[in-house]
């Protein structure tokens, strides 16, 4: 019966793991932060915002308030320089931040935006890049049909397009997307092919993100072998390349793993140091998890008072963070329906102008014929009046003739 239990709570942690595990690829983060500081200083115009949106874009993990201001600062300059192309990408950062921030359908409108103007502008970069984005925002709100939708899209866009090195993370993204639709084995099939794309470009930190899904996908099919395989080369990965977020992600499901098969010890330590990690940098939604996985790692102990209470710590966390998720996605559809709604009142009254209009020029063309033929009729009368009065004043001038000539006979 307890062994039995333990395995529901057991798979639980791990949907809960795989849930909350954010599915945005992660961008290689490289030492040339410093090198675009110094030529900004340099820039003016159009390049200066070229250069910010960059800097902004290596931000993205690093710091986020570094990322947000200077995506701002470009897009002020751009709107008044009137630079178009900087504006689409400052539109593709924002919805890049606002799926960080589970603002997806905000996320989807800055992507269509920043998609509006790639085509547009003929940026296919922008275009694939965005296209991609938007997948990932429709898979957080698990609209799977429309996620892969957008990720074929953004390979479509990607032949065009200058920059190929993203096609590995777009293909890895479309094996997510079947992943999260339970369609696992095919999903692995894109994820090793994107796998391969990684180590042939170099690109390490995609390389880490990929094989931590491959990790959580093989724990799904059950095979806590690969799991851990890929896990353990995430997690090796991910501090070669120092990227925090990975690393705690990857302790995460190793610390998970371990815990369900019995090897305690390992599983607290990775589980303590993933902790620790989160503390530092502020990873709420991992913290949530590791609330998790010490819950069931100290019913495994027998302890059921500290089970009990990171279980507490679990569900008090989960309300601060979700619950606030889903007052924005309420927030942010109620705008969308608002908006909808005003539309086609709008449309409404545009119709209902129209007929009004409509119905005034035919009653004014109407009126115009009435008088046209108000005006034909009077000029038929009145020429029937003189020509009357003509005949009737030549008869009487007959008439007064006749009455002279009869009297000149008499």
Request: aromatic residues 12%; proline residues 1%; glycine residues 4%.
């Amino acid at each position: 019966m307890l062994l039995g239990q333990r395995l529901k709570i057991f798979i639980l942690i791990y949907l809960s793991i795989s849930l909350f595990f954010s599915v945005q690829r992660v961008f290689a983060l490289d030492p040339t932060i410093d090198s675009l500081l110094n030529k900004l200083n340099a820039k003016s115009d159009s390049a200066r915002v070229d250069l910010m949106v960059t800097l902004s874009y290596k931000y993205l993990l690093k710091d986020t308030a570094k990322s947000d201001y200077y995506r701002q600062q470009a897009l002020e300059l751009s709107k008044s320089l009137n630079y178009t192309k900087g504006m689409g990408w400052c539109y593709y950062l924002e919805g890049v931040r606002c799926t960080q921030q589970n603002k997806f359908l905000a996320a989807i409108n800055n992507e269509t935006q920043a998609i509006s103007i790639g085509q547009t502008v003929k940026d296919y970069d922008l275009i694939a890049r965005s296209y991609n984005a938007m997948g990932l925002a429709n898979l957080r709100l698990q609209d799977h049909y429309n996620a892969l939708k957008s990720f074929n899209s953004a390979l479509k866009a990607l032949v065009k397009a200058k920059d190929k090195s993203f096609e590995g993370a777009f293909i890895g993204n479309i094996g997510i997307s079947y992943i999260k639709n339970k369609k696992i084995k095919e999903g692995l099939v894109y994820m090793k092919k994107a796998s391969l794309m990684h180590k042939k470009s170099g690109n390490k930190t995609w390389l880490a993100d990929n094989y931590l899904e491959m990790g959580l996908a093989y724990d799904q099919l059950g095979d806590y072998k690969r799991s851990l395989f890929y896990g353990l080369s995430a997690l090796n990965i991910a501090k070669e390349v120092n990227v925090p977020l990975l690393e705690v992600r990857a302790m995460i499901l190793l610390g998970s793993l371990h815990v369900r098969l019995k090897n305690s010890v390992t599983g607290e330590q990775y589980i303590n140091e993933a902790y620790n990690k989160s503390i530092k940098h502020n990873f709420q939604p991992e913290i949530l998890q590791i609330y998790k996985v010490y819950s069931n790692l100290f019913e495994v102990k027998d302890n059921y008072k500290l089970a009990f209470l990171y279980q507490k710590k679990y569900a008090e966390l989960y309300d601060t963070i979700y619950n606030a998720g889903r007052s924005n996605i309420i927030l942010e559809y109620q705008e969308k329906f608002q908006a909808q709604q005003k539309e086609l009142e709008n449309k409404q009254l545009r119709t209902d102008q129209l007929g009004m209009d409509i119905q005034i020029k035919q009653k004014n063309t109407l009126l115009n014929y009435s008088y046209i033929i108000l005006g034909a009729f009077s000029l038929f009368s009145l020429s029937i009046f003189w020509a009357n009065r003509r005949v009737k004043e030549k008869n009487r001038l007959l008439t007064l003739k006749g009455i002279e000539i009869q009297r000149q006979k008499e």
